[in-house]
Each structure stands twice: as C-alpha cells, then as structure tokens.
C-alpha cells in the first residue's frame, strides 16, 4: 500500500509550490498514521523518498526566488529534468559554495604572462561569463575559476595579438579546477582577488556530485 503515495504526477501541478505542498501533505499523513519508531523498510524508503524530495523543492524554490522567476511559468516536467543545474545553482548562489572540477583546462585566452614562466608550475584565477537559460529566462551568470597544479607550457598569439596560455599537468599531481559564482560581475571580480586569501577554502571544494550526496543526507 505504501508505494502507491510514490505515484505522484508531477505534470498535475500548477507550479512547484503546489508540487511542494503535496510532498508535505503526504509526509504529514504517513506521520499522523504510522509512527516513526515502526520497523518497516518499505515505509522508511518512502519516508526518504519523500524527504529528499521536499528538501530539493524548497531549495528549487530558493533559487527561483534568487533569480527572480516567477514559480507559475515553471514547466514541472521541465523543473524535473534541471535537477542536476539547479542544485548547481543553489551551492554557488545561496550557499556561496566552491565546486571542483576534475576537468582538465587545456588554455585560457587574453591572458598577460612572461615566457620566463614556460614549464613552472603555475596558479590562475580568471572571471568568465556564462548565459544561462533557464525556463525561458536567460541569467548572466558569473564564474570565478581557480585552477590548481596546472603548469604553463606554451604561450601562444592568436590573430589580433591576443595572447593564449596552454596548460599541461603530471599524472603525479593532476590538474584541477575550482569554481565560484556570482550574478554580480563587480562581486566576481572583488572575489578573483581575494581568491589568494581563501585558497585553502577553494582547496578543500568537493565535486558538485559530492556535494549532490551531501544535500540529500541532509549534511548541507
């Protein structure tokens, strides 16, 4: 009997408060019947099922309400499939987190460096402007990357002068990167340059899966 409260239609709802509600209403029901002491392992499954899920709506909400979008001109089935950036969102925008990145960077353009640096090892932090669109909104969204055990290896100029650093790295010490963001470009940019004082917190960054996982246990 317990699954069928699993058979929520998401597309039913009108926005995702209404979704949320329903959460709550379902949790509120399993609660005024069954006690939370009662060994049943298909009643615990629900009861995180349904946990998780409301944790993730209110911080959906949250950013909503970061970005100024108005919850009624959400898709539902749409709002399902952004899970992944829209928990993204949420780290960088409300929690102020630090994500990391195991992917390599192989340059970054319209850089000032000295060939004397060719082969060292080298720290860079760089500001880059992404637009995101999201339910028909398009967000001007700010990153503050720190790249980690990187070493310069070429510097090279393109057409206009401009000139583009190639990275390489060793298996030993691989290269990673860290990432902040802002929908402030001058809040972006005063974070590029404090970077250097904080190094030890965008160090300590946990990949947006490791933080996902955190999220869901409650942790964040």
């Given at each position: 009997m317990f699954m069928t409260f699993y058979n929520v239609d998401m597309e039913k709802a009108k926005n995702i408060n209404d979704l949320l509600e329903e959460y709550e209403r379902m949790e509120a029901i399993i609660d005024l019947f069954f006690k939370k002491d009662v060994e049943n392992k298909e009643l615990e499954e629900l009861r995180r099922w349904l946990t998780v899920s409301i944790n993730y709506f209110r911080r959906f909400q949250k950013v909503l309400s970061t970005l100024k979008i108005k919850d009624e001109k959400i898709n539902i089935k749409e709002a399902e499939e952004k899970e992944f950036l829209i928990e993204k969102l949420y780290l960088l925008l409300i929690e102020n987190g630090k994500i990391r990145s195991n992917q390599k960077i192989k340059s970054i353009n319209d850089v000032e460096i000295d060939k004397a640096v060719i082969g060292e090892p080298i720290f860079v932090v760089y500001v880059n402007e992404q637009?995101?669109?999201?339910?028909?909104?398009?967000?001007?969204?700010?990153?503050?990357?720190?790249?980690?055990?990187?070493?310069?290896?070429?510097?090279?100029?393109?057409?206009?002068?401009?000139?583009?650093?190639?990275?390489?790295?060793?298996?030993?010490?691989?290269?990673?990167?860290?990432?902040?963001?802002?929908?402030?470009?001058?809040?972006?940019?005063?974070?590029?340059?404090?970077?250097?004082?904080?190094?030890?917190?965008?160090k300590e960054a946990k990949t947006l899966e490791e933080y996902l996982e955190q999220l869901r246990e409650g942790i964040v």
């Open positions: 637009n995101i669109d999201l339910f028909g909104n398009v967000i001007t969204f700010y990153m503050v990357s720190s790249i980690f055990n990187a070493i310069a290896e070429d510097i090279k100029k393109d057409e206009n002068g401009k000139k583009k650093l190639l990275f390489s790295d060793t298996d030993s010490n691989p290269m990673y990167r860290v990432y902040s963001g802002f929908l402030n470009k001058k809040e972006a940019e005063k974070e590029e340059k404090r970077v250097i004082n904080k190094i030890e917190e965008y």
